[in-house]
């Protein structure tokens, strides 16, 4: 398991590695400014949907070891969404508060990714072990649900910003069904069967 | 096949300024034959060294031209928004490698509203018109832009060929439809095909051009070949590419764009930073291969040369 871990690690690191690479050797396009913040938007978000696809992987498999790869791919949501950030913040506002306050307020597409990342800061807080202990597990499990709703403001935030072609972001959207949809139906299945034991 | 490309370049008096004389050093290069193609170009086109020999030679030159670094070669030929080969900007240089196909001739037809209505194979279309070199910018609605040396001819020469008749109010342009050759309106991202309009006054300016070219080269398939409007004060996506059929009529047309987006994507389409976008404002831009972003200009920088076309309109209303 910590062989995975390690490789996971490693591999998760490499888009970022990649996007500095390419950055350096002139292979990002006419536009590298737009692909990088694009890109790291992106990976933010494929590692997102990557964490939601733990849970419901340990429910088909039974390997519930898997669970402890959970987190480390949170940090890289976390990671890529903090690099996405601060591309922003630098190259696209260079730091200047007013228009950065002006364009989110203006742009709801701004707007939602801008919550989206606060959203983010308290899970990252609460990701170690002692957090996990201090809140209690059940109140550590209801703050962290919150990945829901990280998700579903990130598709929208994707979709809202391509200008024409929405295939992209549908095609990540029906994905996020597909995590999101697993879970109601077990959930669901999961009542029906404590409901039909009661009666 | 494409004709008239060689042409003797006319130089109004009136036209040699400072900026004429600078430019005009690269026309006695040009001449030159011997001269290795990066020295044939100014200094500030010093990242282009990668730009293929010209080959409409001794272009006439315009007082209209930005004197302004150019965007190097390799990304106006390879950073392009032409959705008939795909969305991204990647595809287009990609997908239309062959386009047009040679072995068909590419056909105009002008018809509507005028008095000489025609049907012209694209070398009889151009042969009349004398080629120059415009050095225009280029902003694009996305908050991106370019500086391109295009050659073409003004669209008012084309225009008064045809002889519009008084009820010829706005100028409508359709792209070639074909899905062989095109694999992007094979998917239906827009309602194809791609038609763009400008007011007659608008058309007639003589800002506006029909392209041909740009670094002195025939028009690659992603640039919108073989010939493109380019109207350098509008947004980029009004400057239509691959021209099959310049109609006019006295209804606004509805362009591609109006009809994917009416709320975002107005008949007028004037570049302009104080009227945002509904998603995202346009008050800066990226000039590619530049850090920092730059404002954008009121009509790109061309004020002097538009704005009375607009007198007493609402901009924020006719966006």
Redesign the interface.
């Known amino acids: 398991m910590s062989k995975l871990k390690t490789t996971l690690f490693i591999a998760s690191l490499f888009p970022a590695i990649w996007l500095v690479y390419a950055l350096l050797t002139d292979q990002l396009?006419?536009?590298p400014?737009?692909s990088i913040t694009r890109d790291t938007g992106l990976w933010a978000l494929r590692f997102l949907w990557l964490t939601l696809l733990i849970t419901p992987l340990c429910w088909l498999t039974g390997w519930n070891k898997l669970i402890t790869l959970r987190r480390m791919l949170g940090l890289y949501v976390f990671f890529y969404a903090l690099l996405h950030m601060l591309l922003y913040l630098w190259?696209?506002q260079?730091f200047d508060i007013n228009e950065i306050i002006k364009?989110i307020i203006?742009?709801?597409?701004i707007t939602i990714g801008f919550f989206t990342f606060t959203a983010l800061i308290p899970l990252v807080i609460t990701s170690n072990n002692a957090m996990v202990k201090r809140l209690g597990g059940k109140r550590w499990k209801k703050l962290h649900r919150l990945t829901y709703f990280i998700a579903i403001a990130s598709s929208i935030h994707f979709y809202?910003?391509v200008?024409?072609?929405k295939s992209e972001p549908l095609f990540y959207i029906a994905l996020l069904v597909v995590l999101l949809g697993v879970r109601v139906y077990r959930h669901q299945k999961k009542f029906a069967t404590l409901a039909s034991s009661l009666s | 096949m494409f004709i008239g490309k060689k042409r003797l370049g006319e130089m109004p008096a009136a036209e040699i300024t400072d900026h004429q004389v600078y430019l005009n050093r690269r026309q006695f290069l040009n001449g030159t034959a011997t001269v290795a193609t990066a020295s044939l170009l100014p200094l500030s086109m010093a990242n282009a060294e990668t730009s293929p020999e010209p080959t409409f030679l001794d272009l006439k030159k315009s007082s209209f031209s930005m004197d302004e670094k150019l965007t190097s070669y390799d990304s106006v030929t390879t950073y392009n928004n032409f959705y008939e080969f795909g969305t991204d900007k990647a595809s287009p240089a990609l997908l239309a490698t062959k386009f047009p196909d040679k072995s068909k001739p590419w056909r105009v037809t002008i018809e509507g509203e005028c008095d000489k209505p025609g049907e012209y194979d694209y070398d009889d279309l151009i042969r009349p018109f004398t080629l120059e070199e415009r050095i225009y910018r280029f902003r694009c609605v996305e908050g991106w832009s370019m500086v391109i040396p295009w050659v073409g001819f003004p669209l008012a020469d084309l225009i008064k060929r045809a002889q519009p008749n008084s009820r010829a109010k706005y100028v409508e342009f359709t792209t070639l439809y074909d899905p062989e050759q095109m694999p992007g309106q094979r998917r239906k991202v827009l309602d194809w095909p791609y038609v763009e309009g400008l007011r007659i006054d608008e058309a007639m300016n003589p800002l506006t051009l029909l392209s041909v070219g740009l670094y002195g080269q025939e028009l690659l398939g992603q640039n919108g070949a073989p010939i493109r409007l380019v109207v350098p004060w509008k947004y980029g996506f009004k400057s239509i590419k691959s021209i099959v059929n310049i109609r006019f009529v006295e209804e606004e047309p509805n362009s591609a764009w109006m009809k994917a987006g009416p709320r975002e994507y107005g008949f007028y389409s004037n570049v302009n930073p104080d009227v945002d976008h509904p998603r995202w404002s346009q008050s800066r831009e990226r000039r590619l291969g530049e850090f920092l972003k730059r404002k954008t200009e009121l009509y790109n920088g061309y004020e002097e040369h538009v704005a009375h076309l607009y007198t007493g309109m609402d901009l924020t209303k006719s966006f």
Do not use: S, T, V, Y
């Open positions: 396009g006419a536009n400014i737009e190259l696209d260079f364009d203006k742009r709801p597409f809202m910003l200008k024409q072609d």
